[in-house]
C-alpha cells in the first residue's frame, strides 16, 4: 500500500465516522453466508474508492470479518484483501475498465491454488450502496460507472445516512482453479460475472426505474386492449369515445400506485420507530431465499397471509430493511381513504375492487396496468385470501390475481416469475376484538380517518412479530409439469390469450392450494399462541403454572422432535420463559392459591384466544388427532390408528391446509406415534398403543385441540347419513343453525365453529371425496363408516345434542 493512500484513508476516516451510518445486509453474514473464518478472505468491491474501503472497514470490523485493509500473507507474501472491478477515471458512457492490479492480483491468487493443496481463498462479493434512488425512467444511469471526487463527495452528504453494505455467497478460488484453470482469461470471466452480480444486487435494492405517471398513463391508454375496450365502452353505453376515454383515465388514476423513494425513506424511519414501540422484537426468517432469487433475476410475488392491517406495513419495512426494494401492494379500494390512500398509494400501493363483474373497461385496465408492472421488473405483493382472516386460520385463496398473473405469462415475460409465500404472525393483533364482534353478527366498520386515530390511541407493547418467508413456487417451473408447452404461444395467439384457456381454472385453484399450503408451512409458533393452545384445550380453560408448562413443554417437543416442515419455526425458549413472556402481554389472570399459580382466561378472553390458537392450529392437527383416537378407542393397534387417520385426513388437508400427501401420511403417524411414546404419554404393549394414566392429562389437552372440528364434521355427516336427499343449500343453512345450538349448550366460544364460509369449504371436499351427490350404495356404505366412526369421538353429550337437533331437523 502506497503512502498516498495510507494518508488519504487517514485523512478519511474521521469524517467517515460522522457522516456514514452504514447497515449490513445480511446483518449476520458469517452465519447465513457460512463464512469460514479460518480460511482466507479478499472483498471484491466494484468501485476503487477510499471512501467504501473505509466504511467496509468499520462494518467488517464490527462483525468479526477479517480488516480489508490489513494485508492478506500467504506464505509469506503479502497481498491486498480488496481486488476494484472498475478503475478510476473511467469515463461516463464508456465500458468498465478492470484495473490491471485487480487481474494481476486474481491471477497470482489462482495460481497460488496450483503450489498448495490447502489452501483455500474464499472470495467475498461485497456492494457498498449510497441510497437506494431508483432511476427517472428515459434517464437511467448504468450502476458500475465509476464516480468523481465530486460526484462521491455529494452521494456522501446526501446518501451518507444511509449506506447499504450488501454482503454475497463467497465464491471459492479453490473450486475455480480445480474446474477452470488460473490463467488471466479466467480473471476476467470472474470479473465480467461480478460486474453481473453488483448490477442486479443494485436493481434488487433500488427496483426498476420509475415512469412519469402522465407517461405511463398515456402508454397504457393507448394499448390495443385498452383501445378497444374504450370503444366498446363507448358503444354499449352509447356514450361519446371522449367520455370513454376519460372514464378510462379516470380508473387508471384510481388504480395506479405513485411510488415515492422519498415517503419510502421517511417511512422507513417512522415504521423503525413503531415497530420498537410496539413489539419487542421483529423475527425474520428465510429471508436468504429472497435475496436469491432477486438476485437471480426473478420477478417476485409476495403472497402473505392475511390477519391484520399491520401486514402490509410489517412485510414492506422487512423486505426494504434486509435491503429488497418494497413491493407494488395489491390493496382493496376501501382503503383509499384520506389521508391513508395517498400515503398508501406512495408507497406502492395500487387500489383493486372487490368484484370486477360485468366491469369490461375497469378489468382491461387493471389487468394491463398489472401486465405492466411485471413487465418492468417491478416486485408485486398481493393478499390470496382477498380479506382479513376473521378467525385466524387461513381463508380459502381467491384465484382472480392469480388468473391474471398467469394471462400475463401467457403474453411473454423474459425471465422467470415466482410466488413467495409469507407467513406472517403476531403476539398481539389490534383487530381481535373486532373480528369477534363482526363474526357474532355485527356490521363491518368501514375504514376511515377516525378509525385510523382510534387505532393510534390503542397502540402499546404487542410482543414479538413473526415473518416467515415459506418455499417459493416457480410460476414457469409449475406450469411446465401442469401444462406442458403452455408457453409456445406466438404473437398471432393474442386474440386467444386475451381469453381464458380452458385449462386455466383447475390450473390456477391447484396453484392456490399448494400457495396457501407453503404459507401455512412457514407457521411461526410464539409464546402466546401454545398458551392459547393450551389453556383452550383445558375444560374450565385454566391450567396451573406446573400444568401449563408441562404441556407447552409437549407441544415443543412434537415441533422439533417431528418437525412441520423445514420453513416452520419454534421458539428457542423454555416452557417457564415462554409462559412468563405470555404473562407480560396481560391476557391471563393469574391468580395464587396454597400449591401455586393459577393461570386463566375469562370469557371474553377465551373467545379472543381461538383467533391466536387457529393461527397453528394445523400443526398439532394430526398429534391431536392421534391422541384422540387413542383416548377414545382405549386400545388400538397402529394399522388401526393408520386406517382411522387416513379416512378423517382427507377433510383437515383441505380445510387447515396440511401439506403431508397420502403417501407420507403413514410414515408421519409412525413418528408422531414415536414421540408420544418417548414422552411417555402412551405406551405400545402386545401391538396396541394405550394411555399412560401417568401422564394422562397432558395426553387429553392435546386430543381436544381438534376436537370442535371433529363435532363439526359430525354435524354434517350424521345429516347426510338421516337425510340422503338433502340439497346442498339446506344442508349448509342446517349444519350452521345446529353447530350454534351445540356451541351455546356445551360452552364451544370458538366463533369459527359455526362461520358459513368453513362449512362451505368442508362441504366442497365432501363433494370431492364422493360423499355428496351419490346413490351408489357403496359410497353411501363409507359415509355410513365416517359416521360411525366420529360418533364414537364424541362425549355422549354432544352425540345426544346433535342427535336431537337433526331428528328436529328432519321432521
Not at 407494488?328 to 406512495?346: S, Y
Not at 395467439?493 to 399448494?514: C, G, I
Not at 391476557?587 to 373467545?607: A, W
Request: aromatic share 8%; net charge positive.
Amino acid at each position: 500500500m502506497s503512502y498516498g493512500h495510507l494518508i488519504s484513508r487517514s485523512f478519511l476516516k474521521l469524517p467517515l465516522s460522522v457522516m456514514v451510518k452504514g447497515k449490513t445486509i445480511p446483518a449476520k453474514p458469517v452465519e447465513e453466508l457460512q463464512l469460514d473464518l479460518t480460511k482466507p478472505i479478499v472483498y471484491v468491491l466494484p468501485f476503487d474508492s477510499n471512501i467504501d474501503l473505509i466504511s467496509l472497514q468499520t462494518q467488517a470490523k464490527k462483525l468479526g470479518l477479517p480488516d480489508p485493509l490489513s494485508p492478506l500473507v500467504i506464505n509469506g507474501k503479502e497481498y491486498n484483501r480488496f481486488v476494484f472491478l472498475t478503475a478510476k477515471g473511467t469515463a461516463m458512457g464508456t465500458k468498465p475498465i478492470l484495473p490491471k492490479k485487480s487481474v494481476l492480483l486474481f491471477s497470482e491468487l489462482l495460481e497460488r491454488h496450483q503450489h498448495d493443496a490447502e489452501l483455500d481463498i474464499q472470495i467475498l462479493p461485497t456492494s457498498i450502496l449510497w441510497g437506494r434512488k431508483p432511476d427517472k425512467e428515459g434517464h437511467e444511469k448504468s450502476y458500475l460507472q465509476a464516480m468523481s471526487a465530486c460526484q462521491k463527495t455529494r452521494v456522501l452528504v446526501s446518501s451518507g445516512r444511509d449506506c447499504l453494505i450488501r454482503f454475497s455467497p463467497v465464491v471459492s478460488l479453490r473450486y475455480m482453479a480445480d474446474n477452470h484453470g488460473v490463467d488471466e482469461v479466467i480473471a476476467h470471466k470472474l470479473a465480467r460475472v461480478a460486474r453481473i452480480h453488483f448490477s442486479r444486487q443494485k436493481l434488487a435494492a433500488s427496483g426498476p426505474s420509475l415512469p412519469q405517471r402522465k407517461v405511463l398513463f398515456d402508454r397504457l391508454l393507448q394499448s390495443p386492449a385498452i383501445q378497444k375496450a374504450i370503444a366498446d365502452e363507448a358503444q354499449s353505453k352509447n356514450i361519446s369515445h371522449e367520455k370513454a376515454q376519460k372514464q378510462a383515465k379516470d380508473i387508471l388514476d384510481e388504480i395506479a400506485a405513485d411510488f415515492s423513494y422519498s415517503l419510502i425513506k421517511v417511512g422507513a424511519r417512522f415504521l423503525g420507530w413503531l415497530w420498537n414501540k410496539l413489539y419487542q422484537g421483529l423475527n425474520i426468517n428465510n429471508m436468504s431465499v429472497v435475496r436469491k432469487l432477486a438476485q437471480d433475476g426473478h420477478e417476485i410475488i409476495y403472497v402473505p397471509c392475511h390477519r391484520s392491517h399491520m401486514d402490509y406495513l410489517l412485510l414492506s419495512y422487512v423486505l426494504h430493511n434486509e435491503g429488497m426494494v418494497p413491493p407494488h401492494i395489491a390493496a382493496g379500494v376501501n382503503l383509499n381513504f384520506f389521508p391513508a390512500g395517498p400515503i398508501f398509494r406512495h408507497g406502492g400501493a395500487f387500489f383493486i375492487r372487490r368484484t370486477f363483474k360485468g366491469n369490461k373497461l375497469y378489468s382491461t385496465i387493471f389487468r394491463e396496468y398489472l401486465t405492466e408492472l411485471f413487465t418492468k421488473g417491478y416486485s408485486v405483493e398481493f393478499f390470496c385470501e382477498g380479506g382479513r382472516s376473521r378467525t385466524g386460520r387461513l381463508l380459502q385463496a381467491k384465484t382472480g390475481m392469480l388468473a391474471m398473473t398467469i394471462q400475463t405469462m401467457l403474453r411473454g415475460l423474459n425471465r422467470p416469475v415466482t410466488l413467495v409465500p409469507v407467513y406472517i404472525g403476531y403476539e398481539h393483533v389490534m383487530e381481535v376484538a373486532t373480528y369477534t364482534k363482526e363474526l357474532t353478527g355485527k356490521r363491518k366498520e368501514k375504514e376511515n380517518a377516525g378509525m385510523v386515530l382510534k387505532t393510534i390511541r390503542k397502540l402499546r407493547n404487542f410482543g414479538q412479530g413473526y415473518v416467515n418467508f415459506g418455499e417459493p413456487i416457480n410460476l414457469n417451473q409449475f406450469l411446465n409439469e401442469q401444462v406442458p408447452g403452455w408457453s409456445s404461444k406466438t404473437e398471432n395467439d393474442q386474440q386467444e390469450l386475451d381469453q381464458k384457456p380452458q385449462w386455466m381454472n383447475p390450473v390456477v385453484n391447484k396453484l392456490a392450494n399448494k400457495m396457501m399450503t407453503h404459507i401455512n408451512d412457514a407457521a411461526a409458533t410464539n409464546a402466546l399462541t401454545l398458551c392459547a393452545t393450551a389453556l383452550l384445550a383445558s375444560n374450565q380453560r385454566a391450567l396451573s403454572r406446573h400444568k401449563l408448562e408441562r404441556q407447552i413443554d409437549c407441544y415443543i417437543s412434537l415441533l422439533t422432535k417431528v418437525p412441520y416442515t423445514a420453513t416452520s419455526t419454534v421458539p428457542n425458549a423454555t416452557a417457564a420463559e415462554l409462559v412468563q413472556h405470555a404473562e407480560k402481554l396481560d391476557k391471563f389472570q393469574v391468580e395464587q392459591d396454597s400449591k401455586g399459580d393459577i393461570i386463566s382466561l375469562d370469557r371474553q378472553q377465551s373467545i379472543l384466544m381461538t383467533f391466536y390458537r387457529n393461527n397453528i392450529i394445523h400443526l398439532f392437527a394430526l398429534p391431536s388427532l392421534i391422541a384422540h383416537l387413542i383416548i377414545q378407542k382405549e386400545h388400538i393397534t397402529r394399522s388401526q390408528l393408520q386406517h382411522a387417520i387416513a379416512l378423517i385426513y382427507p377433510f383437515l388437508k383441505a380445510e387447515l391446509f396440511l401439506h403431508h400427501t397420502k403417501q407420507e401420511l403413514q410414515d408421519v403417524v409412525n413418528k408422531l406415534v414415536d414421540e408420544l411414546i418417548r414422552q411417555q404419554l402412551i405406551i405400545e404393549s402386545d401391538g396396541e398403543l394405550a394411555t399412560n394414566t401417568t401422564q394422562v392429562q397432558t395426553l387429553i389437552l392435546l386430543s381436544r385441540t381438534i376436537v370442535e372440528t371433529l363435532q363439526r364434521y359430525a354435524v354434517a355427516l350424521t345429516q347426510l347419513v338421516a337425510i340422503p336427499d338433502i340439497d346442498k343449500t339446506t344442508l349448509e343453512q342446517q349444519s350452521q343453525d345446529i353447530a350454534q345450538r351445540l356451541g351455546r349448550l356445551h360452552g364451544i366460544n370458538a366463533p369459527e365453529f359455526f362461520d358459513k364460509g368453513v362449512f362451505i369449504s368442508f362441504f366442497q371436499t365432501l363433494k370431492q371425496q364422493g360423499y355428496i351427490e351419490n346413490t351408489n350404495p357403496d359410497e353411501q356404505h363409507k359415509t355410513q363408516i365416517l359416521v360411525d366412526l366420529l360418533g364414537e369421538l364424541l362425549s355422549p353429550e354432544v352425540q345426544l345434542t346433535l342427535q336431537e337437533s337433526v331428528l328436529q331437523k328432519k321432521k
